[in-house]
Each structure stands twice: as C-alpha cells, then as structure tokens.
C-alpha cells in the first residue's frame, strides 16, 4: 500500500507540475460541450472482491461532455478473477472537471458512484453474490493526438471494495 501511495503522490505532483505551464490566450480545446467520447482501457485494481486480491481488468467507457470543463459518464470494468467460476465487475457513474483542457491535453479531478459486482457459480462456491455501493476520487490526464487520444486514470474507491484502480487505455471522439 505503501508503494501506491507514493505513485499516487507522484502523479498528483505530475499534473500540478505540468498546470504550471504558461497557457495562450487562444489555445484550442481539445474537447467541448456536446462531444461524446467512447473508451477502452486495462485495469489493474489492487482488491476486487471477496479474496481482496489485486485483479487486471477491462474497461469500456462512454462520456458526454455537458460544458466546457465538465464531462459525465458511465464505465464497466470486467476482472479476470485468478480464481475459476468466479467473477466480479464494477459499474461507475462518473464525472471529470477539466483543470486543464487544451493545447492537446487534458488534466481533470472526477468523483463519483460506484456499483461493485461479484458473482460465483452457486455449485463450486455455495451462494455468493454481493453488491457494494461506493465513492470514487481521482485523477486522470488525457493525451489527444488527433482521432483518438492516450489516458491514464488512478482513482480510489471507498465503500464497495476499498480499492485502489489504475486504468489506462484509449478514447475517440465521435
């Protein structure tokens, strides 16, 4: 735990670092109210479940940007569960504030609610399915590089499974 802490620091760190950058008046945003941006990406959460392990994951993502320094949206991440016929996934309802949105970047705090999901086969496990509603906090930085983009997103999840979560994939705005 110890070790995420520290990368978390360093990325929070990062991105107020690169906010110091001197801006242009007439700096293009990369994205604007009215754009919808669909996501993929790997997770990595470091306790998913009832074995509290650290799990990779799959998540797509869909947002919708509502002004100019707010997007919402909704995610879904898949874990592939080390352990067989058992499964366990993770249904976000999230919102991104834009610190920073131009010149081909993009920096932003989200919260949210989240939904966590695990499920086993009633025949090897016994009768396990639980749901846990939780909070989430983060940050994410966002690359554009023309039809599509590069992001990385570290968030915790407090409530549902207190977890630390690492996603990192691709976006295209449609």
């Known amino acids: 735990m110890k070790r995420v802490n520290h990368f978390f620091l360093s990325v929070i760190i990062s991105l107020f670092y690169i906010l110091s950058f001197s801006h242009s008046a007439n700096a293009q945003l ?3 109210s009215g754009d919808l941006t669909l996501g993929a990406g790997l ?6 479940g009832h074995l509290g392990s650290s799990e990779l994951g799959v998540t797509l ?15 879904y991440t898949y874990y592939y569960i080390s352990e067989n016929n ?10 991104h504030y834009f610190f920073r949105n131009r010149d081909n970047v993009i920096i932003y ?12 086969d009633p025949d090897v496990w016994g009768n396990i399915s639980s749901r846990k509603i939780g ?11 023309g039809n599509f983009s590069l992001y990385g997103e570290p968030k915790f999840t407090l409530g549902g ?14």
Not at 61 to 75: A, C, K, L, P, S
Not at 115 to 120: D, E
Not at 162 to 174: D, E, H, P, S, W
Request: aromatic share 8%; net charge negative; glycine share 16%.
């Open 61 to 75: 993502q869909i947002y919708y940007g509502i002004i100019e320094e707010i997007r919402g949206g909704v995610d």
């Open 30 to 32: 990369v994205t604007e």
């Open 109 to 120: 705090g989200l919260g949210g609610l989240n939904l966590s999901i695990i499920n086993a």
């Open 43 to 48: 997770s990595y959460g470091s306790s998913v």
């Open 86 to 95: 058992l499964g366990a996934s993770e249904l976000n309802l999230d919102g």
């Open 161 to 174: 499974w207190n977890q630390f979560l690492v996603t990192a994939g691709v976006r295209l705005r449609i």
């Open 135 to 145: 909070l989430n906090a983060g940050v994410g930085l966002e690359y554009d590089l």
